[in-house]
């Protein structure tokens, strides 16, 4: 049976009460039933999308990732009250955005976003865009973990979509490169996929002259080029349309 008409791209429950539901949106609305989900009211409107995290240690806290209109940070918030309210805890720096320092005024968070907080302390939390930001005093002040390509940090692949802790506190992070473990709520990660030879191709090109030379591109992972059975990186980021020339196999788009 449907239950509501909203359209929410998060959910979470209360822990140990499955009757209070927590449900955001992307226009900056975050809803709260009481009763299972048959009805629910609005406790918070800001920004745009909204990613939501709670935790067993301390069942009455809510937190909420707020993207702006530009993708970059809006805040993080907290309720102490099962989301009745929320209080701005942070907004000083762009934790969505590509630098390790937090600067910039862009990001992306409407597609990449995501938002843990620790089972064993509801006062550590953990948030992912672009790179992935801890705070250890209930989203007061940040550092940065992970970074898409070190900069003093572990270097983990870029664009996180969801941050999940098991029980005993072992973090995991999915992201466009795979997925990353963590046994110390993010100081240090393990690539746990790889040597997994998975991608996803956007397009690919294969020469005429030479049927065993084919360049392709990837989503987030670069374009690839086997040429005389070896495989190349040929540019990083996102690969998208690829072409080898029909009469000249060393012309390449």
């Given amino acids: 049976n449907q239950l509501t008409s909203t359209s929410f791209i998060d959910m979470e429950y209360k822990p140990g009460d499955f009757n209070t539901l927590y449900g ?53 918030y907290r309720s102490t009250n099962s989301g009745t309210s929320f209080t701005l805890m942070y907004n000083n720096s762009n934790l969505l955005g590509w ?11 409407w597609y990449d976003l995501a938002l843990a907080v620790s089972p064993n302390n509801a006062n550590t939390v953990v948030v992912g865009g672009i790179n992935t930001w801890r705070s250890t005093n209930g989203g007061s002040n940040w550092n940065i973990v992970n970074h898409w390509w070190g900069d003093g940090v572990p270097a983990v692949h870029a664009d996180k979509h969801m941050l999940k802790f ?25 690539d746990k996929t790889n040597g997994i030879v998975i991608s996803q191709m956007y397009k690919l090109g294969i020469s005429q002259s030479n049927s065993n030379e084919i360049i392709t591109g990837l989503q987030d992972n670069g ?6 059975g070896v495989w190349d990186d040929v540019k990083g980021g996102d690969g998208m349309e690829c072409l080898i020339d029909y009469t000249d196999i060393n012309i390449q788009y």
């Fill in 99 to 109: 630098n390790s320092n937090g600067s910039g005024t862009s990001g992306q968070g």
């Fill in 223 to 228: 374009t690839k080029l086997i040429s005389n």
């Fill in 166 to 190: 098991r029980s005993n506190g072992d973090l995991f992070e999915c992201n466009d490169g795979g997925v990353y473990f963590s046994s110390n709520n993010g100081t240090t990660w393990t």
């Fill in 24 to 76: 955001s949106t992307t226009n900056g609305s975050i809803y709260v039933s009481n009763n299972g989900g048959n009805n629910w009211t609005e406790s918070f409107d800001q920004g745009n999308r909204v990613e939501l995290a709670v935790s067993p240690a301390n069942s009455n806290y809510v937190y909420a990732l707020v993207v702006n209109s530009s993708s970059a940070l809006h805040g993080v």
